[in-house]
């Protein structure tokens, strides 16, 4: 956005100055080519086909067949959407909360402490795990028969079984194993976010007698903003889209209802029940809410302006 | 449809020149070019591709213009691939066929009616197991011939029931006390200070093994337990089978076999739901922490082959109020792709696949259970030969009532989720069993309109 308009904001410059300009946007649109079309084959094009389809009935054997709105009038009705929503909505705040709260903190120790390069390596290790391999990894240690934590739990005493089929603990788990996965990463991004911010600040702050958490308050924070928000819409985004996780510790099978989240309600739909018409209606309802979530995000957070200035 | 699928790959084909272009010549292998003829076949039992493979190779002797190409795919992946391929219109020419699935192909005419060349070859249906040809036919067209069967036991830890000094050979249930079944469980269960589930200071809060571990990732069947004494205490799954529209999940029969279950987990005898392995039945079974399971005979080489951590042996199922033993019979068959292009050979691999030649091939790996009575025999012969003692799963098929079928109807898959849903509700005592089914059997037979 910013790019364009201070091109816009240029004074008109030499004929040839112009002409060379436009040249470079030729080449430009050339060296695009490729990702516009591998954007229209794997993205335009099935989006369109995707909102056709939320608009037919169609099974993935018969031709679709056009039914208008029934799709989203069933959804209304739909106990099972809602209640994927819900668990949803709990698995994001929990994930996104904890994985951010956790990252900043993490960051913030990186940035004011240490810059040793093997400890921002190895926060990475579980985010270069395959999820598959997480979810595998996780559902032997939570296993409640035969798990090593339950195994520990039982010998401290305490008697609660964190099992990924126990309704109340399902979602919590889940969303506090992708944060274990993902906290590394956002930390890193985190990181490089602090990194921007000028030394110069922290210097002046210091002299003035600021302790580590009021410049974390007054200075990191708030010239982090931008970054923050980013990382904030990003992975809201990815944590909406939650289904790896929960198909692998549930060994394959259907997870508890409790878990049962909105993408794995679209999969099942789709290719358990090849309800594909209905499962576009729902992917569709899932992309307006993502639209809007990150529209506010970016809008609260001010996400494209800097306080750096 | 197909036809613009067709066009979008020959076209991405006309893009992706430099690769080799008999790729591109890809799904025409079927076609028959000097009168020889590729059929595909899928299946997804890698227990059994040898068989398949020894039985396709005789095939291929006798019919040397057909050779059959086999491919495995894993169970969890199996029906999609299937359904994305016969989408596509590059479905393989036979496929293996089983109940819950065939009614969605049926009802997209997918699966080439057979009938005409049953009647023209004169096959002997009654060469097979009662019941298992009839699963396959709707509205007098056939879409399959059996292929195996299996049936449903007692799986237990030998060593605790000997330990124990119980009886398993011939035990009663019902759902009030539960019987001698619930005797034995009550007996093989034990606390972690070694008192078992009949001691007066039993500890139900500490069991460090279960007298029987339910599976309760069951579906709408419960094939593995609930629905073999659901059906011993006389409840039938809906109105007509196959192709019934009405079921009876709210049925008290069945009500109250599952508040026994859910009684079994309250009395400490079985784990609560949220505190089962989500690692499988066989795993727990294997680690030693469960007496005794129900478990179908396909999972004999699992518990009985040389892998098995623990001495497992099996014993028949209670006699229910009915007063027969019940167990589930369920069979698959092989499918022809309505789509094909190689009618007359795809039948004929089928046909040889459903004779004595293919299923004595099939009986001698002794893996499962063929479905001619004759094949049956040589399976249970080479079980015996390994030194496995089977007979109990054949034993239901030889007494009259002894086995009953799953439902077979549409929806199939759906069912499965609301029944399991409410199921689960009930374990975990969110509800009590009679308004759960209620709720769910509403919600299943919504289904039918």
Redesign the interface.
């Known amino acids: 956005m910013h790019a364009v308009e201070t091109r816009l904001d240029q004074p008109a410059g030499l004929r040839g100055r112009e002409r060379r300009r436009r040249d470079d946007r030729l080449v430009g649109w050339l060296f695009l080519l490729p990702v516009i079309v591998g954007f229209i084959v794997f993205y335009a094009y099935p989006t369109v086909r995707g909102v056709w389809y939320s608009f037919t009935d169609y099974?993935?054997?018969?031709?679709p067949s056009f039914v208008g709105g029934e799709n989203y009038r069933e959804l209304v009705g739909d106990e099972q959407f809602w209640n994927s929503l819900k668990v949803t909505a709990s698995y994001v705040v929990v994930n996104i909360v904890s994985q951010t709260v956790v990252a900043l903190g993490l960051a913030a120790l990186m940035h004011r402490l240490t810059r040793s390069v093997v400890l921002r390596a190895t926060l990475l290790v579980p985010w270069l795990v395959p999820n598959v391999t997480i979810g595998l990894l996780w559902?032997?240690l939570l296993?409640?028969?035969?798990g090593f934590v339950n195994h520990l739990l039982g010998l401290a005493g305490i008697?609660a079984?964190l099992?990924?089929?126990?309704?109340a603990?399902a979602m919590p788990l889940v969303a506090l194993v992708n944060s274990w996965a993902y906290t590394g990463y956002t930390a890193l991004l985190l990181y490089a976010g602090m990194l921007q911010i000028p030394q110069h600040l922290y210097e002046g702050a210091a002299i003035d007698g600021a302790g580590e958490v009021r410049m974390f308050r007054s200075i990191t924070l708030p010239l982090l903003r931008p970054i923050l928000a980013l990382v904030l819409v990003v992975s809201l985004i990815g944590s909406f889209q939650i289904f790896d996780t929960v198909a692998v510790?549930?060994?394959?099978?259907?997870p508890?209802?409790e878990a049962r989240v909105i993408y794995y309600y679209i999969y099942?739909q789709a290719?358990?029940?090849?309800h594909m018409g209905y499962a576009a209606a729902v992917a569709m309802v899932l992309v307006v809410i993502l639209g809007v979530l990150t529209t506010v995000q970016m809008r609260m957070l001010r996400a494209s302006r800097s306080d750096l200035g | 449809m197909s036809k613009r699928k067709r066009a979008g790959s020959a076209l991405l084909c006309g893009l992706l020149v430099s690769t080799a272009l008999a790729a591109c010549g890809g799904s025409e292998s079927g076609e028959p070019a000097n009168g020889q003829v590729t059929l595909d076949y899928w299946l997804w039992d890698d227990n059994q591709q040898a068989s398949y493979q020894a039985c396709a190779d005789a095939f291929h002797k006798e019919n040397p213009t057909i050779t059959v190409k086999i491919t495995q795919t894993a169970w969890a992946q199996y029906w999609q691939n299937l359904t994305t391929q016969l989408a596509a219109g590059e479905a393989p020419d036979v496929w293996t066929n089983q109940v819950s699935y065939y009614p969605q192909f049926v009802a997209n005419q997918q699966i080439l009616d057979i009938q005409p060349y049953v009647d023209a070859d004169k096959i002997d249906l009654s060469q097979y197991q009662e019941g298992l040809a009839d699963l396959w036919t709707k509205d007098g067209k056939r879409y399959g011939l059996p292929k195996d069967w299996d049936t449903e036991a007692i799986v237990y830890n030998k060593e605790m029931v000997d330990k124990a000094g119980v009886d398993l050979s011939d035990l009663t249930w019902n759902p009030t006390d539960g019987g001698a079944f619930e005797q034995a469980i009550a007996k093989l269960t034990v606390d972690t200070k070694g008192r078992n589930g009949l001691h007066p200071d039993f500890d139900k809060d500490n069991v460090a093994v279960y007298g029987y571990l339910p599976e309760w990732n069951d579906g709408s069947q419960g094939q593995n337990g609930w629905g073999e004494l659901a059906a011993a205490n006389g409840w039938t799954y809906l109105d007509k089978n196959p192709w019934g529209t009405r079921y009876k999940y709210d049925d008290p029969k069945l009500i109250e076999t599952i508040g026994w279950y859910k009684a079994l987990t309250d009395k400490g005898y079985a784990p609560r739901f949220d505190k089962q392995s989500t690692l499988g039945i066989d795993a727990v079974m294997n680690s030693g922490k469960a007496a005794l399971t129900i478990a179908g005979s396909w999972t004999i080489n699992t518990y009985m082959g040389p892998d098995a951590k623990q001495k497992f042996a099996l014993a028949p199922l209670p006699v229910g109020p009915v007063g027969v033993r019940k167990s589930a019979i369920n069979g698959l068959s092989d499918a022809i792709w309505a789509g094909t292009k190689n009618k007359d050979a795809a039948w004929k691999w089928v046909k040889y696949l459903a004779s004595p030649a293919c299923q004595d091939v099939v009986a001698a790996n002794a893996v499962v259970f063929p479905a001619i009575k004759t094949s049956t025999e040589k399976a249970l012969a080479a079980h015996q030969a390994k030194g496995r003692d089977v007979q109990v799963y054949v034993d239901y098929t030889k007494t009259p009532g002894g086995t009953f079928l799953l439902p077979i109807t549409d929806h199939g898959t759906e069912i499965s989720q609301i029944v399991q849903d409410a199921l689960q509700a009930v374990i975990l005592g969110q509800i009590e069993p009679a308004e759960a089914l209620k709720k769910a059997n509403q919600e299943v037979n919504a289904l039918f309109g």
Do not use: C, E, M, R
């Not at chain 1, 510790?249 to 259907?254: A, C, F, H, L, R």
């Not at chain 1, 290719?271 to 090849?274: A, H």
């Open positions: 099974s993935l054997l018969n031709d559902a032997w296993d409640p028969d035969l008697d079984t099992s990924f089929t126990s309704p603990w510790v549930y060994g394959g099978k259907p508890i209802p099942q290719f358990t029940y090849f």
